[in-house]
């Protein structure tokens, strides 16, 4: 699986968007974007995911470059509770069994 | 449905003593992950099972460390004899084949401290 690199940390306001970047310059063509975070004491927890396309769901959008190298999480308007660290990942879709190889994350802070 | 449901939520317990975690998946999914969770290390897989059989055990840190899929509801992950550098915090997943296959639905994990 491609690797990714994240911002270790970023704050934002609450209420603002918040939009973190990921960098996956090493990608391939069969390898989907996923995005998932970690709330303090919590397992993690799934958000969204992308191949090439832009998707929205209720919690976030992801938004994927044409060259497929970086993408950006997007929380609309963050909370107080979006406070989590937030994992990019990159893997080939239903290989391995699935299994998710978790880097460092973003650890944002949501400040009121 | 309940989600992924791990048991004990902590265990302390002293160098040398067995320890078994335990994990009920969401009812339906075939696939069971079993993550460690360190500050030094952040969150590694150590094992996953596809309809109870093992698949991918290369994740297992040594001869200490065992798991196993008994049937679809359950598994558990032992650790004979414990060591003070296993303290972490143990996460077991689950995920469905078909609709939502790719999202991993994890527990709460146990925090085991080992003394």
């Known amino acids: 699986d491609a690797k990714t690199t994240q911002p270790p940390s970023m704050d934002c306001a609450e209420g603002r968007a918040a939009n973190l970047p990921c960098n996956h310059s090493?990608?391939?063509?069969?390898?989907?974007v996923y995005w998932y975070r970690q709330i303090h004491s919590q397992g993690p927890q799934y958000i969204i995911h992308?191949?090439?396309n832009n998707e929205t769901n209720e919690m976030a959008s992801l938004i994927i470059t044409e060259d497929r190298k970086s993408s950006t999480l997007i929380l609309p308007h963050a909370t107080l509770r979006d406070t989590a660290v937030y994992y990019c990942?990159?893997?080939?879709?239903?290989?391995?069994?699935?299994?998710?190889?978790f880097g460092g994350g973003t650890r944002v802070l949501v400040k009121p | 449905d309940a989600g992924v449901i791990q048991s004990p939520r902590h265990e302390v317990t002293e160098m040398g003593q067995e320890v078994t975690l335990r994990c009920k998946p969401i009812?339906?999914?075939?696939?069971l992950f079993w993550y460690r969770q360190t500050m030094m290390r952040g969150l590694e897989l150590l094992i996953y099972?596809?309809?109870?059989?093992?698949?991918?055990d290369s994740g297992m840190p040594e001869d200490r460390f065992s798991a196993k899929m008994p049937n679809a509801s359950f598994s558990t992950l032992k650790i004979q004899p414990s060591e003070p550098r296993d303290s972490a915090v143990y996460f077991c997943?689950?995920?469905?084949?078909?609709?939502?296959?790719?999202?991993?639905?994890f527990g709460s994990g146990t925090q085991l401290s080992v003394l």
């Open positions: 009812s339906g999914h075939d696939y």
């Open positions: 099972f596809n309809n109870n059989v093992p698949i991918d």
């Open positions: 997943a689950s995920s469905p084949t078909g609709r939502d296959n790719e999202k991993l639905f």
């Open positions: 992308g191949l090439k």
């Open positions: 990942i990159v893997r080939v879709a239903g290989a391995a069994g699935n299994k998710l190889t």
């Open positions: 090493t990608i391939s063509g069969n390898e989907y």
